[in-house]
């Protein structure tokens, strides 16, 4: 357990960090349209004297006063969603996890200063094309976007580092990085390849996407189409955006899926039988041999577990539990897991059921190096005794602090035969509830008994496991919702560029809903190709992510393709690119055509 939360913490850190990084798109858009929008007041100021060093630090310090309001609610949601999560998890846990939050102040102020820093270096590059500003500009009611040399040329950086940092996640995946800094900064070098690469891949996927726009769109689909042309650093940063939105959202879905089958193989090799019965009071020994005579009941086997105490060979006594069981009917019920899959299984079961030997959990393996042939000393009725170790299994019962032995053992050093549990394996084709009913009806009254299959406690695991685990999704519908934001930020701020444009193309008869349908058209060629560039990306990085997971924490993952998340993350990408144009694409159709025509 403490391997799997230590592969949470990466995941947590890794999508964090992620989560700034499309945050910083949606801010360097913001200024780079603050930046055009105030064109002629920076001119202004330009020719009454002030330096463009002045204008760039007056940018930069709305950056910091941005940052720090934004990063003081950012740290108050935080604080808020955490004790709403933890509320959430305690009430699916039964627990009062509140009682033990503590926000720790370190975390605090280093979030403080995550987010003004992310702010200030987003702002950097505006607040740069801010002092560049010429007085002349003074006459200009806003400036126009200028497309640089990273758009033309930039592709062949990007290539470089796409190769350089895939090629150093897959042949070091950071084993001594427990917190996944070197590799987060890695994958994040990665996206930044990717979004350089975008510019110079616009004309293909333009060119392939043209007939499908055309065809839900019409004709307003291939004026749409082009326009994301027109705007290359802009769109890009929206695309790059929502690709890596997507790709969270790969990514999280191979974390959990992968989890959840690693889960659910060992629930399923653990909780064997089909029935447990227990009571309110003790059992006989014999109840067991009762229960397997009934119909429909294929085996029965009894388990006890009593409290012993363990003598480690360096440190004060423990409690732990010993599990009696009758090996030759236990096996037939269900079997163990072992935690060495080369270990010798009949030659470990034959020894349990010589007696003198046990088999123990791996998590008193592992916290006090014991493994098979070693020996264990117990505190018996008759003083101290060592059992001979036949083998390590899984068995998290009591916290791990659990060791299986037989029931002549029980019964001959600690002076007990008593039944805590009996598990039932059903016939083949015969339902756990008829045999539950029969069970009821003839010992139920009687002996106190209380049953439950093993198909009803599976899925009260499973449920509270996947409950659990969609709260990582958070984190994905974060970056979502980020990503949102900057298409909308693109597309008004390209609506203004095209405002005359627009009113000249509605003088001349293009309908409102045609103006609609070219910016949907717009959008939902930025939403397919962040979409379907985000999902490469995340399968590749789920992959990545999770070997990397592995070689840190020792916890062995297989990756499972998501098959869901790939068909959410592309539906979410169309999705939101449409919703999100809605605003603009209504702005667009209602520019009223004189005004248009004399806007500056």
Request: hydrophobic share 50%.
């Amino acid at each position: 357990m403490t391997q799997m939360l230590s592969n949470y913490q990466i995941g947590l850190n890794f999508l964090s960090g992620i989560a700034l990084f499309v945050g910083a798109f949606l801010i360097y858009n913001t200024f780079a349209m603050t930046v055009v929008e105030r064109t002629r007041e920076f001119g202004m100021l330009r020719t009454i004297g002030m330096s463009r060093q002045q204008i760039v630090s007056q940018v930069l310090m709305e950056a910091v006063v941005l940052g720090i309001l934004g990063s003081a609610f950012g740290a108050a949601l935080g604080v808020l969603g955490a004790r709403g999560l933890t509320t959430l998890m305690g009430s699916l846990l039964g627990t009062d996890m509140n009682a033990d939050l503590a926000i720790p102040l370190d975390t605090l102020f280093i979030s403080l200063g995550v987010g003004i820093s992310v702010t200030i270096f987003s702002a950097l590059i505006p607040s740069i094309h801010a002092g560049k500003v010429s007085p002349i500009a003074a006459l200009r009611i806003r400036g126009k976007t200028q497309e640089n040399w990273i758009n033309r040329f930039g592709w062949i950086l990007g290539l470089i580092m796409l190769l350089g940092s895939t090629g150093l996640l897959i042949w070091n995946p950071f084993p001594y990085d427990p917190q996944f800094r070197l590799g987060s900064i890695t994958v994040f070098l990665m996206f930044g390849g990717i979004t350089l690469v975008i510019p110079a891949s616009m004309k293909i996927w333009e060119r392939i996407s043209r007939p499908f726009l055309s065809l839900i769109y019409g004709n307003s689909g291939q004026i749409g189409s082009r326009n994301v042309k027109r705007s290359l650093s802009r769109t890009t940063l929206t695309v790059a955006a929502l690709l890596i939105g997507v790709a969270m959202i790969l990514i999280v879905q191979a974390m959990t899926a992968s989890f959840s089958k690693d889960l659910t193989e060992w629930i399923s090799a653990y909780l064997g039988g089909d029935i447990y019965v227990y009571s309110s009071v003790a059992m006989k020994p014999e109840m067991a041999s009762q229960l397997s005579r009934v119909q429909g009941v294929h085996a029965a086997t009894s388990i006890n577990y009593y409290p012993v105490e363990f003598q480690p060979q360096n440190g004060k006594p423990i409690e732990i539990n010993f599990m009696a069981i009758e090996p030759p009917s236990y096996l037939q019920v269900t079997n163990f897991v072992f935690s060495d899959s080369l270990a010798d299984e009949n030659s470990a079961l034959t020894e349990l059921n010589a007696g003198g030997s046990v088999l123990i959990s791996s998590v008193l393996s592992e916290k006090y190096d014991l493994n098979a042939g070693d020996q264990i000393w117990l505190k018996t009725k008759s003083g101290p005794k060592a059992f001979n170790v036949a083998e390590v299994i899984v068995d998290f019962y009591n916290r791990g602090l659990v060791i299986t032995g037989n029931y002549h053992d029980l019964n001959r050093y600690f002076r007990s035969d008593d039944v805590s549990m009996i598990l039932i394996k059903t016939e083949n084709n015969i339902e756990p509830g008829e045999v539950i009913n029969t069970i009821e009806n003839t010992f139920g009254k009687r002996y106190q008994l209380s049953m439950e299959s093993n198909t009803d406690i599976r899925e009260s695991i499973f449920t509270l496991m996947n409950q659990a685990f969609s709260l990582f999704d958070v984190m994905a519908v974060l970056a979502v919702m980020i990503a949102s934001l900057g298409i909308m930020n693109t597309l008004t701020m390209n609506i203004m560029e095209r405002t005359q444009e627009i009113g000249m193309l509605r003088a001349i008869g293009m309908t409102r809903g045609q103006v609609i349908k070219m910016v949907l058209a717009e959008s939902g060629l930025m939403g397919a190709i962040g979409g379907l560039i985000g999902l490469a990306f995340g399968i590749m990085l789920g992959k990545i992510f999770l070997t990397g997971m592995s070689a840190m924490s020792g916890y062995q993952l297989d990756f499972v393709i998501p098959l869901e998340g790939v068909f959410i993350g592309l539906f979410v990408a169309l999705v939101i690119s449409q919703m999100t144009a809605l605003q603009p694409a209504r702005k667009a159709a209602n520019t009223n055509v004189l005004e248009a025509i004399h806007y500056e």
